[in-house]
């Protein structure tokens, strides 16, 4: 059974960093795309970041340059680097393992 195990997250303020970690188990994530998605309250969740199987990597325009998303392969686990966080950073993060594997969620909330 695919299981994802989230940990990180919590308080900033404006301009830290915070790196969030997503632990698989059940498989193994060395040849599968991996993403972070966020939703904050009221809105949609959406695609943060994505890790391709061949390294190729895609941000959404409002994280480039501040984010990161890589992966640890010996440890099957995925990372998001978060730089320069504002506070409509704000939001839950989840990491994503297609098809419709989920994380379990994690708060990030940046104080101004």
């Known amino acids: 059974q695919v299981q994802l195990v989230q940990s990180g997250g919590g308080l900033v303020q404006a301009g830290g960093s915070l790196r969030l970690s997503c632990a698989a188990s059940g498989t193994r994530i060395s040849f599968k795309s991996m993403g972070w998605y966020r939703q904050a309250p009221g809105k949609s969740r959406d695609l943060v970041a994505a890790?391709?199987?061949?390294?190729?990597?895609n941000y959404a325009d409002s994280v480039k340059g501040r984010f990161t998303i890589s992966r640890d392969n010996a440890k099957n686990t995925v990372y998001l680097q978060m730089n320069n966080l504002k506070p409509e950073d704000t939001a839950v993060y989840y990491c994503n393992m297609p098809s419709n594997y989920w994380g379990q969620g994690t708060q990030v909330t940046v104080s101004s």
């Open positions: 890790l391709l199987p061949g390294g190729r990597t």
